[in-house]
């Protein structure tokens, strides 16, 4: 039996965003193409869901991506998506907690989540969790900052987590 995923593209400020959906929820959104991204992806699947087929299905994602344009727009704080996490058990607990605590224009630090999923000598390990995040943007990754405040690795680049953090703290 053939499994496919569908994606679709959108243009935005910070660059190509990819957004990817097994046909009822969104599996991952990444910042560049499916051309770009192909390769990883194909690693990611095979690890997490098995061999795959991905079909360019715009109108799959479409409301992730009016979502998202929102955003940009600044008419958007809070997504409603329905998603699937793919990843280790104490991955998926980082990521709920970057979804269910840190608002828009707010930030915290690694120590300040390791702290709210009851775990707060695994400082590193939610680094390591939040730099392996599948959900750009709408799981807030861009949000966590070093504990002295200052802005410290994001996956996609300190240039998008930059942009990220003045277009929502922008008044």
């Known amino acids: ?16 965003i990819l957004v990817i959906s097994n046909g009822e929820n969104i599996v991952r959104i990444d910042f560049g193409s499916m051309a770009v991204m ?11 869901i098995g061999e795959i087929n991905f079909v360019c299905k715009p109108e799959k994602v479409q409301h992730v991506i009016d979502q998202l344009n ?31 605590h840190i608002p828009f224009g707010i930030t915290k630090s690694y120590k300040d989540i390791a702290e709210t999923i009851g775990n707060p000598k695994a400082v590193r390990a939610v680094g390591g969790a939040v730099n392996k995040n599948p959900f750009s943007i709408i799981v807030p990754c861009h949000r966590v900052i070093g504990a002295n405040g200052k802005m410290v690795g ?18």
């Open 1 to 16: 039996m053939d499994k496919h995923l569908y994606y679709g593209e959108m243009e935005s400020p910070i660059g190509t």
């Open 38 to 48: 192909k390769e990883k992806l194909e690693v990611w699947t095979r690890r997490y």
């Open 154 to 171: 994001y996956n996609g680049g300190l240039d998008k987590k930059e942009f990220l953090l003045a277009h929502e703290f922008a008044k």
């Open 70 to 100: 929102d955003y940009f727009l600044r008419q958007k704080k809070e997504f409603t998506i329905n998603f699937d996490f793919y990843g280790t058990p104490f991955q998926k607990k980082v990521w709920q907690a970057l979804y269910d």
